[in-house]
């Protein structure tokens, strides 16, 4: 896939992507894109990921490409 991104200096899929932000496995995750914010901690870069945690939800996730930052769109 040609839209793996480099993330604190790691090269990441995006499930693997969608793993760090949720902080356990996804069972699937759509492509990276860039989201138009910077990061709120450093200033940062920041991408977001959508991806399902289970059959039943469906999360946009984001993750900061510099620092430890990472948010979800979950109420
Ligand atoms: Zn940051």
Redesign the pocket.
């Known amino acids: 896939m040609a839209d793996n991104r480099v993330v604190q200096g790691r090269m990441v899929t995006p499930e693997s992507l969608a793993e760090i932000i949720e902080g356990e496995s996804v069972m699937d995750a759509e492509a990276i894109e860039d989201a138009d914010r910077d990061?709120p901690?450093?200033?940062?870069d920041v991408i977001k990921v959508g991806y399902m945690p289970s059959v039943t939800e469906f999360v946009t996730g984001f993750k900061?490409q510099?620092?430890d930052?990472a948010e979800t769109d979950r109420e």
């Open positions: 990061c901690d450093c200033g940062g900061c510099d620092c930052w």
